[in-house]
């Protein structure tokens, strides 16, 4: 209930916002969503371990977190967009630095420019998750560097070595490790896998300034010097002038990145430090071990494909080092392009990052990047054509998400707008059921209301959303309608509007109900159980265990389960084939005033829905063997008395008597007759 306030909340947002800066209006989505987030981790934090509240709130606590930073990005991008609008760009001036290139580079370079744009957004996600990293660095905090190891040493060199078995350095310079192939005492490598996590993990959210000062207050000043080396040479003097000013960078740059790719390189390093300078060189096969989400991968690509076009860029402008050549070709001379990110993500051997490239908001966020309105809209649209409900904040999301485009003017394809919009309104329609149940005296407002709602449910087939409508409306409303109507002291019928949608209502749940069972039957109809087979020469355990395996195999059980649920299934489609006083669907009372729009839904439904159940009933039938049953259906679709077959289009007509046929064949493969009775001598 904590998050319901976002749907108000947002709508009120786009009210005061959409006419005049769309960009404060993304702003205020995003910390709409920041402030429901922390509101729901904290409840996260208080509830018990194991409670399915939790669960659920977890649930929701991520969606809003994955909306939340796309909100980032699109504003971020699009800020991008109507500044480079703006810019008129000067001629381009000789360039004399690294720097100087690297910035004229970012102002005309629209692919660098978003790209950078990208890594900062993934850097900003990591960052939150860490949250106040100074809050806890005294933690890691060393007097001494490695000072577990100089104590020991210490202690050998006072005792005789007669009695210590475990070689270690023998020196403590920040190379003796690797020099003489020695270990560090085990609570000095542990302190030291843990502060290069912490190290990658402050990298990886953009934090060099805190890494580097990280590295100072545990003695490793010759690590944060390491970080420095990445920073682009200036010099201000170099045009003469007046006074001196500061140079600024590494001259020495190159022969820097050059020994970073060989540290990232080196197998004897902890894969945290390998992935430190292989993000610090662009070095990407040593950098994705390490990346273990979606974010982290995606930050690993798009940091690589910036540092490799700006090292191009600086090439081609006759800055470029002798060093960098060492470096390997592919570095230097991948053609990098925004869709080669993502066609590279798609063959990680990472199942969890391959799943995540799925997920509903990580789609959003790659066509956002990419810039492909048309794909992300092509998306929305088979989201909205499937049978599962999305969830009703991702809902809520994709239809700001199109009024900010509209409000832009992007040519976008109306018929999904429309989709996507009327979809998000039946949506709050069922949260106005939420409301009217609370009061009994809305109940048959209620009703009709759900009614309305399920029919455009059944009409795209997403009845697991129908069955959510119809499980929001109480059991009692058809008997608190009639008890209401009492009370006012009426000797005269229902109304026809309220009768009418009483029935309609107990249409929708036949229908569901049948639905239902006929997928019980199917799952369990494809889940026979599989009879043990004996291991050849077995030996006596394999001969118990397979003695206990066939005491557990019930083929019977199986068997008489599936004709109970055959039965089941049997009994609740024909309650929608043969619904009582006119058929499903159909309106009793008529004496009452014309609704065109729901005369014409609930005839469509007729039409799609009950050939859809004659052919389930015909699926359930002819795999469970009883063909002479499905015969006898089609003197049921035939019948005068029902008028079934008027429901029927031509082509599902000649399907149903194909059908037919198979059966009628099968029965005279048994000895019977076609219509699966004995044959008379």
Known sequence: MTS??????????????????????????????????????????????????????????????????TWRLITSLYRSTAYELMVVFSLEMPTESEKAVMEQFFQKGNVVRQSQLVVDWLESIAKDEIGDFSDNIEYYAKSVYWENTLHTLKLRRNQSSGGFSRPLVTELDPDAPIRQKRPLA?????????????????????????????????????????????????????????????????????VWKVCCWRMAEEEQFNKYERAIYAALSGNLKQLLPVCESWEDTVWAYFRVMVDTLVEQEICSSGLGSEELEELPREFLETNWTLEKVFEELQATESKRVLDATKEHYHLIQKLVILGDLDGLLEEFSDWLGRSTALPAHLLRFMSHLVLFYRSLGMQLKEEVCVDVLKAYISLLKIDVIDWLVFDPAQRAEALKQSNAIMRKFLASKKHDAAKMVFAKVPEDSMREIYRQWEEQGMDTPLPAEEENAIREHLCIRAYLEAHEAFNEWFKHMNCPPVKPTAPAQAKFTEKVAHEMKEAEYKYENWQGRLGALTEDVKERIYNVLLFVDGGWMVDVREDTEEDSERAHQMTLLRRLCLPMMSFLLLTVLQRTERHQESLRLADIIASDQHRLYEVFSKDELQKFLQKMRESSLLLLDKGLDPLGYEIQP
């Open 186 to 254: 085990d609570l000095d490598r542990e302190d030291d896998t843990r502060l290069l996590k912490n190290l990658f993990n402050l990298i990886r959210a953009g934090m060099t300034d805190e890494a580097q000062r990280l590295c100072k207050r545990c003695g490793q000043a010759w690590r944060a010097a390491t970080l420095e080396g990445w920073k682009l040479y200036h010099d201000p003097n170099i045009n003469g002038g007046g006074e001196l000013q500061a140079v600024e960078g590494n001259p020495h740059r190159s």
């Open 4 to 69: 319901l306030s976002l749907f108000p909340d947002f709508l009120q947002s786009y009210l005061r916002h959409a006419s005049t800066d769309v960009f404060d209006l993304l702003e205020e989505y995003e910390a709409l969503c920041q402030d429901k987030v922390s509101m729901l981790q904290k409840m996260v934090l208080r509830s018990a371990p194991g409670q399915q509240k939790s669960s659920k709130t977890v649930s929701i606590t991520w969606l809003l977190q994955q909306e939340m930073v």
